[in-house]
């Protein structure tokens, strides 16, 4: 069993400029400033890894580090990843190596990032490259959450490019689709033995009564199934194409998972709307902690694949509900391997307290603080034996 924990560039490195800064500089989310340091201080991290009995570290890779221009690639930063990976495998701790995690180099952002027909074929040829540097990782996650991408950047518009039109969502969709594809290929080409996914954002939808079945059966189709179905079956359905085939093949499936969303039947909105949980454990962040919600989807979606739990954690400043939250999902997913599901990992979100996108800093999720001070014991291989 792999377990580790997982982070994003723009989240911990401090020192990024790309589309995520631009909107910082708008004003639309606090400055990410030098966010964990991790830019310098990556081998620091992993003595955080092996303090928590980590065996996996899944990171992302900034695009806008490597790809300074378009088509001009900085092979010194690229380096500082490879040494970084190095570290890893000398420890004896397996890398995942994410390839988009949110952001955009500018100069691919003043072209229109995803929505550009020519993007999937850009970010595979920068995937390309990445990949002939990494042929000793052998877990790859091209993209992160397509669906939470195009939802906040294209639906919701409270993420960069802050557009509000579906129709965008879905063609942002088809393009990562296709981008995640075409990457796919490269990697595979590159990397003998790579096992190629990305990461799925899932989520438990409860219908509050018998009409809220429609807004959750539309919810479970475009959030939950579609991106995934596409990854793994190599297809993308209606409405975002007609069946169109894609290479990917789903060598594992990869799911992050934090809570459920309650739904209320709505005229005015076809998904309907969300109610405020009553009677249940929340986050600080208001979400509702529903730890049986991921062996619903596990036995719902494993595609009958090896799984990664690519992500799952809480925003808490208590310690204690922190490892009691990571037991319970533990626990979890072991009844779900009783019961046939082939789960191979679970990455805890996240290492370090760090860059929470619109919240900033004010939202706690780390193993550690975010200047890498234990915040109590933890140790994940025990906890897995002991769950
Ligand atoms: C994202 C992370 C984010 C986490 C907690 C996930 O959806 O991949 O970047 O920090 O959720 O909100």
Redesign the pocket.
């Known amino acids: 069993m792999l377990l580790g924990a997982a982070t994003?560039s723009h989240?911990i490195e401090g020192g990024t400029f790309n589309d995520w800064t631009l909107w910082e500089r708008e004003g639309k989310a606090p400055p990410v400033g030098e966010a964990c340091r991790s830019w310098e201080k990556m081998e620091e991290d992993v003595k955080l890894l092996l303090k928590v009995g980590a065996n996996a570290y899944r990171f992302s890779i900034e695009w806008s580090r490597i790809e300074v221009e378009e088509g001009l690639f900085k092979i010194e930063n690229l380096l500082r990843y490879r040494r970084f990976v190095d570290r890893l495998l000398e420890v004896g701790i397996t890398p995942i190596i994410t390839l988009h995690?949110?952001t955009n180099p500018v100069w691919l952002y003043t072209k229109g990032s995803w929505l550009n027909p020519d993007t999937p074929k850009i970010f595979s040829r920068y995937v390309d490259l990445i990949s002939r540097y990494f042929q000793d990782v052998k877990i790859w996650i091209t993209i992160?959450?397509p669906n939470?991408y195009a939802y906040r950047g294209y639906v919701e518009g409270s993420w960069p490019p802050g557009e509000r039109s579906f129709f965008k969502a879905l063609r942002v969709i088809r393009n990562m689709l296709r981008g995640h594809s075409h990457a796919y290929s490269a990697i595979k080409a590159n990397v003998k033995g790579a096992a190629v996914g990305m990461?799925h954002?899932l989520r438990v939808f409860t219908p509050l009564g018998p009409l809220a079945k429609l807004p959750v059966m539309l919810r479970e189709y475009l959030f939950n199934f579609l991106p995934l179905y596409s990854d793994v079956h190599g297809e993308i359905p209606p409405p975002v194409a007609l069946m169109e085939r894609i290479s990917s093949r789903g060598d594992f499936v990869g799911i992050?998972y934090?809570t459920r969303d309650r739904v209320k039947f709505s005229l005015r909105n076809p998904f309907g709307i969300e109610v405020a949980p009553e009677n249940a454990w929340l986050s600080s962040m208001g979400w509702e902690v529903y730890p049986e919600g991921l062996y619903m989807l596990l036995k719902r979606y494993n595609f009958s694949r090896p799984v990664i739990i690519t992500?799952n954690?809480i925003a808490t400043e208590d310690h204690d509900e922190r490892i009691r939250f990571i037991a319970e999902h533990l626990r979890w997913i072991k009844r779900s391997q009783n019961e046939g599901v082939n789960v191979r990992g679970y990455l805890y979100?996240?290492l370090m307290d760090n860059y929470?996108?619109l919240e900033g800093y004010s939202a706690f999720?780390g193993l550690f603080t975010r200047d890498r001070k234990p915040k109590g014991d933890i140790n994940l291989k025990k906890l897995w034996r002991e769950v």
Request: glycine share 6%.
């Open positions: 994003s989240q995690h949110f992160n959450e939470v990461a954002h992050n934090y992500e954690g979100w996240s929470e996108w999720f």
